[in-house]
């Protein structure tokens, strides 16, 4: 079965200290993995995106790296900021034409404290 | 701002009633997508459609309704929902839905409505 696995389910850190949330997933076949941040009421944005042939990948004081080979990928979030508190989601997508084809995992919810 | 617009922000419904939800994305964008977030579960995927044609129907019990007229707009139409169809609603576009599954493209999400069936 297709899954994505995220922990840890919550986070809480000081702010201008760096974290790591992690994905596992076992979707097959692969196609590219992205993590989306979601912010209390809106909507995902994405902030990164990994095909099979990229292990890192930065925006900013994002950096996503992918493993293809262990099926794992980590965000690591540098010098944290107030503003980074959100929901961090990251999304598989298994390929095969089919739209519908994202597995989604249910997000690691990180607070930044002062 | 995503350029892709929700309304309403918020949704109190009783289960006998019929509403709509309406999506607009202003980014020329070919492919729209309706998803259902609950607490504590995964974004659940609920239509595809691409250029105005429904392609993915995730098996969406059929009090709601989508309707796409043209590429710009979106609408899910609710009828007789259950207390636990509360949750948040979201609506997203990309440039096509090919570009999403090989890498080349990137959904936007619309800020959600957040429904609540009483």
């Known amino acids: 079965k297709n899954q994505v696995e995220q922990s840890p389910q919550s986070l809480i850190i000081l702010e201008g200290k760096n974290c790591t949330l992690q994905?596992?997933?076992?979707?097959?076949?692969?196609?590219?993995l992205r993590w989306y941040k979601q912010d209390t009421g809106r909507g995902p944005v994405s902030l990164t995106i990994?095909?099979?042939?990229?292990n890192t990948k930065s925006n900013g004081r994002y950096t996503a790296t992918l493993d293809a080979d262990t099926k794992q990928s980590s965000l690591h979030i540098t010098a944290s900021q107030l503003s980074d508190s959100a929901s961090y989601i990251c999304?598989?997508?298994?390929?095969?034409?089919?739209?519908?084809?994202?597995?989604f995992g249910k997000g690691t919810k990180l607070s930044v404290k002062p | 701002e995503t350029g892709v617009t929700q309304t309403p922000r918020h949704l109190v419904m009783g289960m006998t009633n019929k509403k709509s939800l309406k999506c607009e994305q202003h980014?020329?964008?070919?492919?729209m997508y309706w998803y259902k977030q609950s607490a504590k579960k995964p974004l659940e995927l609920m239509f595809v459609?691409?250029?105005?044609?429904?392609?993915e129907n995730n098996s969406v019990p059929s009090r709601f309704s989508p309707e796409c007229p043209n590429s710009s707009h979106l609408f899910l139409h609710l009828h007789t929902l259950q207390p636990e169809d509360s949750a948040l609603y979201l609506c997203?576009?990309?440039?096509?839905?090919?570009?999403?599954?090989?890498?080349?493209?990137?959904?936007?999400f619309g800020p959600g409505t957040r429904l609540t069936v009483l």
């Open positions: 997203a576009s990309s440039q096509e839905g090919a570009g999403v599954h090989s890498g080349t493209d990137t959904q936007y």
């Open positions: 994905c596992n997933y076992t979707v097959s076949p692969f196609s590219n």
């Open positions: 990994m095909t099979f042939s990229e």
């Open positions: 999304v598989v997508s298994g390929g095969g034409g089919s739209q519908g084809n994202l597995i």
């Open positions: 980014l020329g964008h070919n492919a």
């Open positions: 459609y691409n250029f105005k044609e429904q392609t």
